[in-house]
C-alpha cells in the first residue's frame, strides 16, 4: 500500500469515528468519494500513471481501504441515528408540528409558520393544465419579450392592418422590432414550427398592453391560448373543447353560445358566451342583465397562419382559442376589480 493510501486510510477512520452528526459523516464521505475531488477518488484515478507490473497490487489496495471506509461510516451512521432516535424518543414533550430547528425545551411553545398559499390566477390556470393534459394537449411557453413579427406578421397582422389599433403595445425604445407580447399567440407559430402538424397544445402565460388601468383593465393580464391542428379539423371540434372548458369551470348546465367576431388570425372568428354562473341565464349585474358572459375568443386558423409555421393548409387545418385567465378569475371569485390580483395587497391574497 502507498504511502498516500495509508495515510488517507488512518486520517479517515479518525474523522468517521469523531463525527459528531450525520451533517459531519456525510461531509466526511462526501470528501472521500466525490466523483470530482474525492480524496480517494484522486488516487484510484492514479492507477492510470502506476507502473504495470504494479498495477494489480495498486487496485487491489484502493479496493480494500474503499471498502473498509464505506463499512466504517455505514458502522457510524447507525451509532448516529440510534443516539438521536433515542433521544427523541425519551422526550415526551416534542411537538411534531414546530417548525424545524426549534429545540427541544421550546417545541411545545413554538409558533407555527404562516405559509403561503397559491395565487388565484395560478389556481385556475394549474386547473385548466389538468384539464386540457387529460385531453392529450400539451403545456408550451415561449417568451414574453417577442419580435414584431411572431407577436404580429405571422399571425396574419402585417404593419398595415388596422387590427394593430386593437393592441396598445410596449415596443423597446431603441429597439422598435421587439415588444412586449399582447398575447399569447405568438407561440402558435413558434410551436408549429418545432412540432409541425399534427399539433395540440395550449400556451398559459403573462401578456402586457400599454392601457390605461380601470376595473376592469390591467396592463399586465394572463391568458390561455390553445390550438389544434390535424386533418379534418372543424368548428365541431372547437365547440367540443369549449363546451367541455364551460362545464369543467362553471358546473354541467353551463351553456356555450357562439357570436361573429373578427380576429386576423383565424377564419372564421367568433366570440365565446357563457351562462353567467351567477343567474343561471337570468340576468343580473355581473352579466350587464343579459345572462351571459364573455370569456373568450376563438375561430378556425387562418391559413396564413398555418403557412407561416411551415405547414400546408391544403392538407391540414387548425382551431384555436384564447381563454382570459384574468377574466375567468374575476367571474369565478367574484372580484369586482382586475387591479386587485396583481396588486400585491395581502388582505386580498390571504382570502385563497
Given at each position: ?12 477512520l ?33 492507477i ?7 498495477k ?26 440510534n ?53 392529450g ?37 431603441n ?11 405568438p407561440?402558435?407559430?413558434r ?50 373543447i369549449?363546451?367541455t ?14 357570436l ?18 351567477l ?14 358572459l ?5 375561430g ?30 374575476m ?7 382586475a ?14
Amino acid at each position: 500500500m502507498s504511502k498516500d493510501l495509508q495515510k488517507l486510510h488512518n486520517e479517515s477512520l479518525v474523522h468517521i469515528a469523531t463525527a459528531l452528526d450525520l451533517a459531519q459523516l456525510e461531509a466526511v464521505e462526501l470528501s472521500l468519494f466525490s466523483r470530482q475531488n474525492g480524496r480517494l477518488t484522486m488516487l484510484m484515478k492514479e492507477i492510470a500513471t502506476v507502473l504495470p507490473a504494479e498495477k494489480k497490487a495498486y487496485g487491489e489496495s484502493c479496493n480494500t481501504v474503499k471498502e473498509e471506509l464505506i463499512g466504517s461510516i455505514a458502522k457510524r451512521r447507525e451509532e448516529l441515528t440510534n443516539v438521536r432516535w433515542k433521544t427523541i424518543a425519551n422526550d415526551e414533550r416534542i411537538d411534531p408540528s414546530a417548525p424545524l430547528g426549534t429545540s427541544s425545551s421550546s417545541m411545545t411553545r413554538a409558533q407555527k409558520k404562516n405559509y403561503g398559499s397559491l395565487h388565484p390566477i395560478s389556481r385556475v390556470q394549474y386547473d385548466l393544465e389538468d384539464l386540457f393534459t387529460s385531453m392529450g394537449f400539451m403545456v408550451l411557453d415561449g417568451p414574453e419579450l417577442e419580435s414584431d413579427y411572431y407577436n404580429f406578421e405571422a399571425l396574419n397582422i402585417p404593419a398595415d392592418h388596422p387590427a394593430r389599433d386593437m393592441h396598445d403595445t410596449f415596443y423597446l425604445k431603441n429597439n422598435p422590432s421587439w415588444v412586449m407580447r399582447t398575447h399569447t399567440s405568438p407561440v402558435q407559430v413558434r410551436a408549429m414550427e418545432k412540432y409541425g402538424a399534427p399539433l395540440r397544445a395550449i400556451v398559459p402565460g403573462r401578456c402586457f398592453r400599454n392601457e390605461a388601468t380601470d376595473p376592469r383593465h390591467e396592463h399586465t393580464l394572463y391568458q390561455l391560448e390553445g390550438l389544434v391542428i390535424d386533418r379534418g379539423i372543424n368548428f365541431a371540434h372547437l365547440k367540443g373543447i369549449i363546451a367541455t372548458v364551460a362545464k369543467h369551470l362553471y358546473g354541467g348546465e353551463t351553456k356555450v353560445r357562439f357570436l361573429p367576431k373578427f380576429y386576423p388570425f383565424v377564419e372564421p372568428g367568433v366570440r365565446g358566451e357563457v351562462t353567467c354562473f351567477l343567474c343561471h341565464g337570468t340576468g343580473c349585474r355581473v352579466c350587464k342583465n343579459t345572462g351571459w358572459l364573455e370569456i373568450f375568443g376563438a375561430g378556425m386558423m387562418h391559413p396564413n397562419v398555418l403557412r407561416a409555421g411551415k405547414i400546408d393548409p391544403e392538407k391540414y387545418s387548425g382551431l384555436a382559442f384564447g381563454l382570459g385567465l384574468s377574466r375567468l378569475v374575476m367571474l369565478k371569485y367574484a372580484i369586482p376589480d382586475a387591479r386587485y390580483a396583481l396588486g400585491g395587497d395581502l388582505r386580498f391574497l390571504n382570502q385563497f
